[in-house]
């Protein structure tokens, strides 16, 4: 016990310099990292998986077209919507996928050809471009993508854009 006693006393002084500098900046780091996993959004570059996964799961689907490291409005569109909580409860039940169109940021020749395709499909002229889709299996095998609507960026904030993005995924075929 005199032990105890001991070690505790010495302690006193420096257990919290100890837990200043380092248990609570660890505590506050973990919980910020454990926040900021809840609300990681998961987006698709792969479009034949993301068809997979949205038929699998019986989910609808939104392409994102955009200019990841050149258009301003892209960005503007992923800060104010994208990045909330409102978006990422609401894309639960969604497939994200990004249809990306960078200048100065390499991509595969693969990503590439498939998005340009996709851009063609859609007839894709601006951006950002959301297109909502839902993946129909035909009695063949494959799969068409019948599109529900598009929008791009609105003014209003999440809120704003998340009502626009209701109506059209509501469309049913």
Request: overall charge positive; hydrophobic content about 40%.
């Given at each position: 016990?005199?032990?105890?006693?001991r070690l505790h006393l010495s302690l006193k002084g420096k257990h919290i310099s100890f837990v200043n500098r380092f248990v609570l900046p660890l505590f506050a780091l973990l919980l910020w990292s454990g926040n900021a996993e809840s609300q990681e959004l998961i987006w698709h570059t792969d479009m034949s998986k993301a068809v997979?996964?949205?038929?699998?799961?019986?989910?609808?689907?939104?392409?994102?077209?955009?200019?990841?490291d050149w258009c301003g409005w892209c960005t503007k569109l992923e800060k104010e919507v994208f990045d909330t909580s409102d978006f990422a409860t609401w894309s639960d039940d969604i497939v994200l996928v990004e249809v990306d169109f960078p200048k100065r940021t390499p991509q595969d020749e693969r990503t590439r050809g498939q998005n340009q395709n996709l851009q063609s499909m859609f007839g894709v002229r601006?951006?950002?471009?959301?297109?909502?889709?839902s993946p129909k299996v035909m009695p063949d095998g494959r799969t068409n993508l019948e599109s529900l609507g598009r929008t791009g960026y609105?003014?209003?904030?999440?809120?704003?854009?998340?009502d626009i993005a209701n109506k059209i995924v509501a469309k049913e075929l």
């Open positions: 016990m005199n032990t105890i006693k997979d996964l949205a038929t699998k799961e019986n989910k609808k689907m939104l392409l994102f077209f955009t200019g990841s601006g951006y950002p471009t959301v297109f909502f889709v609105v003014r209003g904030g999440s809120k704003k854009w998340l």
